[in-house]
């Protein structure tokens, strides 16, 4: 078997290492165009699952970069001047230069044919002449670039410029610092390669690096600019530098890896943002993956179907991480006015990798100083500390989200909303929120949707909250008062979500006349008679919900629904007064939230759920999203409920764990507004992490709820706390410690214990 390798950076040297190995009868070839010497940036960080992969596959490799490795624990991170530093890390680091030589060294005694200053023949020609084509060719992949119909490869240039850097000295530690400059914010990511070095990268927002001159600056004069700005961390020291000039990072995406016998592997195929540290680790892996599937698969098209089958899903979980990490550090002056030690949870937490489980483990010394910074009773985690919203007090930071049920008989909830809320509330959460409840017959989305347009309806939803009030005294009741718009009419969600009904119809109101999907009913476009009207109905399910007993009315002004549908350029293309600029759109929504919040009890709290993004090309998006949340918040909302999406049918959502959390970060800290975060929101671990780090005030949960209606109080046993943030009812207090399992002694269950995931 012949084997061309393009690119002899550390993924494909160890692809060739690996390749040759475990068949010595292989013919392998690793193309460089630069010198052995060559290359950019300085060390390398290894985390040590990627380590322990490298000492299965290649114990020679294992062992030599063991040697060379510069092992430390702590991270630093210095705000204003001020440094904090959290344990337990495990970092390892070498130089790029000497991983490069031990890389080399063992390709040439594998008996691998390495040629440097070589130029790669087009891949054409390499995949008629070889058997496979590896193309670790780097960011810039020509390889790529030659088969791009079949790649499909989504370049994404990111808002920040950076250069990278070294000194001559090692740091103690990872360090994070920031400089607000009269510029703007500058950041620096340092740590240690080698024993009298350090790689030192300077990273600042594009407006900033042009408004202080560094655009116009050669290199040298940027080098020294960046050691003035950062003398402390430096100790007075320069730096230097090898690349020739300011890079912008880029995120590398690939529909398909393969095209025939040519594959991609490393950062041909994917990046990650250097701010976790995944790029190498990344190729090195993929190094491993595609030698054992070649070993596992009996043809080639076999084994690289199954290399990329086995590494996507990591990459993508990767790559998720990492854009969550590069964008915190894109709006890092969002932050800046946290407390210290705030700021530096936010920045160890802002991946999602790193939480406030694995922190309490590494360094509770760190993690506790942060809780008590930020008024965390002792022994109370972050999430079963109150909040109050107006003149309520919620005694935990849960809400149970709103879950259509699909289930009433003309608009009344039934017994199955007395046992979902009821069983809910008895759960323990601060807040737990009905589905969304209609104003009006028109407004319903699905025949099985509730109402609180008739006095009947009202009566049912007052045995509802009394049961709450009574056998879950604590527990908070909300509303969710909405219209369906265009989207409604349809069928229940199980026999087929957004479709039309077969009959039994009902014409609907809309901002403007564009059906939800192609083919659908045609809404008729409200007249100003008829938007009177909506108000209204809007109104009187606001006084129905005020006398029936809710402590919280929220107004549904996202996903598509009638009010969001006026919010979304998309969907309102009026030419009144109603539609046109972001002020108009708002109009008609706020002209509703006033007319409620006059008729609402003045100590009860509104809150308004948005979406902040359609997921669309020229819908919202995140800028407007914070003017609409600055709007309501001046009309009196309390809370920004921020969800995002289901607005038009074509939209292209980026789906993953705490996806729309962002969101509501922005809100909180652009708006000023407290905010409730939702969206695959599913641990309590999760929850810690996102109120402790600042990033929300309340997180939103609904399918952790339908597996288990007492998440909240299951999640404060599993945290072994007692306090008034999780009270258990009397009739189920027997329950409130985790029952015995064969064998376990007491000791091992009294805490939790959240794995900890390995460094990169």
């Known amino acids: ?92 680091a070498l130089g790029r230069r000497r991983l490069l030589a031990v890389l080399h060294q063992r390709c040439r005694a594998l008996g691998v044919d390495l040629r440097f200053r070589a130029l790669a023949p087009h891949p054409d020609l390499l995949a008629r002449e070889y058997d496979l084509v590896v193309a670790a060719d780097g960011v810039r992949s020509t390889t790529r670039d030659a088969y791009a119909g079949t790649f499909r490869p989504r370049v994404t240039a990111h808002r920040c410029r950076y250069l990278w850097l070294a000194a001559d000295f090692a740091l103690d530690a990872f360090r994070f610092e920031t400089a607000e400059t009269e510029h703007g914010v500058m950041q620096l990511h340092g740590y240690p390669y080698a024993p009298d070095a350090s790689t030192v990268i300077v990273e600042t927002r594009e407006e900033v690096w042009r408004a202080a001159g560094l655009d116009a600056a050669g290199t040298a004069e940027s080098v020294e600019r960046c050691a003035k700005v950062f003398a402390e961390a430096l100790g007075g020291r320069p730096l230097r530098s090898n690349r020739p000039s300011w890079d912008v990072f880029r995120t590398v995406v690939n529909a398909r890896w393969s095209h025939g016998n040519v594959v991609l592997l490393g950062d041909a195929a994917h990046t990650a943002h250097f701010s976790v540290g995944s790029g190498t680790k990344l190729a090195v892996e993929d190094a491993v993956a595609l030698a054992a599937c070649l070993a596992e698969q009996p043809s080639v098209p076999g084994a690289l179907a199954a290399y990329e089958a086995e590494r996507r899903p990591v990459v993508a979980s990767t790559q998720r991480a990492a854009r969550a990490s590069l964008e915190w550090f894109e709006d890092l002056a969002r932050y800046a006015d946290q407390p210290p030690r705030r700021f530096a949870f936010n920045l160890l937490t802002r991946s999602r990798r790193v939480t406030h489980g694995n922190l309490r483990l590494r360094d509770p010394r760190f993690t506790e100083a942060v809780e008590r910074e930020a008024g965390c009773p002792p022994g109370t985690p972050p999430m079963f500390t109150p909040f109050r919203l107006r003149g309520l007090t919620l005694r935990n930071r849960v809400v149970v989200s709103p879950m259509d049920l699909y289930s009433a008989v003309d608009g009344v909830p039934g017994d199955l909303h007395l046992v979902h809320l009821g069983a809910r509330a008895l759960g323990g959460a601060g807040l737990v929120m009905t589905e969304m409840v209609c104003v009006s017959p028109e407004g319903r989305i699905t025949p099985g949707c509730t109402g609180l347009w008739t006095g009947g309806q009202a009566e049912a939803w007052r045995r509802i909250a009394d049961f709450v009030h009574a056998q879950a005294p604590g527990t908070a009741l909300g509303v969710q008062l909405g219209h369906s718009g265009r989207k409604g009419s349809t069928r229940l969600m199980w026999e087929g979500m957004d479709e039309p009904l077969p009959h039994g119809n009902w014409p609907l109101l809309a901002a403007s006349p564009l059906p939800y999907r192609p083919g659908g009913q045609i809404p008729r476009q409200l007249t100003r008679a008829q938007l009177t009207d909506v108000r209204e109905q809007f109104t009187a399910a606001a006084r129905h919900a005020a006398r029936t007993g809710f402590d919280l009315l929220e107004l549904h002004c996202a996903h598509g629904y009638l009010l969001s549908g006026f919010l979304s350029p998309l969907t309102n293309h009026r030419t009144d007064a109603y539609g046109g600029s972001l002020e108009r759109r708002l109009r ?62 074509d939209e292209r959502p980026e789906f993953g764990r705490s996806y729309q959390t962002p969101y509501a970060d922005r809100i909180r800290h652009e708006a000023g507004v407290p905010v409730i975060a939702v969206g695959a929101i599913s641990s309590w671990d999760d929850v810690n992490s996102l109120i402790l780090a600042g990033r929300t005030d309340l997180c939103a949960l609904a399918r952790p709820h339908l597996y288990d209606p007492h998440w909240t109080l299951h999640a404060a046993a599993e945290q072994g706390y007692t306090g008034p943030g999780a009270v258990w009812p009397a009739p189920y207090r027997a329950g409130s410690r985790p029952p015995p399992t064969g064998g376990v002694p007491r000791a091992a269950r009294a805490l939790p214990q959240p794995s900890v995931p390995p460094r990169t």
């Open 1 to 92: 078997m012949r084997i061309a390798v393009i690119g002899g950076g550390p993924g494909g040297l160890y692809a060739a290492a690996l390749l040759k190995r475990l068949d010595p009868a292989r013919e392998v070839t690793v193309f460089e165009r630069d010198a052995p010497d060559d290359t950019f940036g300085f060390g390398v960080v290894l985390s040590d699952e990627t380590l322990g992969g490298i000492e299965h596959a290649d114990p020679v490799v294992h062992e030599a970069l063991r040697a060379e490795f510069v092992r430390w624990d702590d991270i630093d991170v210095v705000h204003r001047g001020v440094r904090h530093t959290c344990g337990g890390h495990g970092f390892a």
């Open 588 to 649: 008609f929504p706020l002209e509703v939230f006033d007319a409620v919040r006059e008729v609402w009890p003045e100590e009860r709290p509104m809150t308004v759920r948005i979406s902040a993004t359609d997921w669309a090309e020229g819908g919202t998006g995140a800028e407007e999203s914070v003017a609409i949340a600055r709007a309501f918040a001046a009309h009196g909302a309390d809370a920004l409920d921020v969800s995002t999406g289901q607005v038009v049918a």
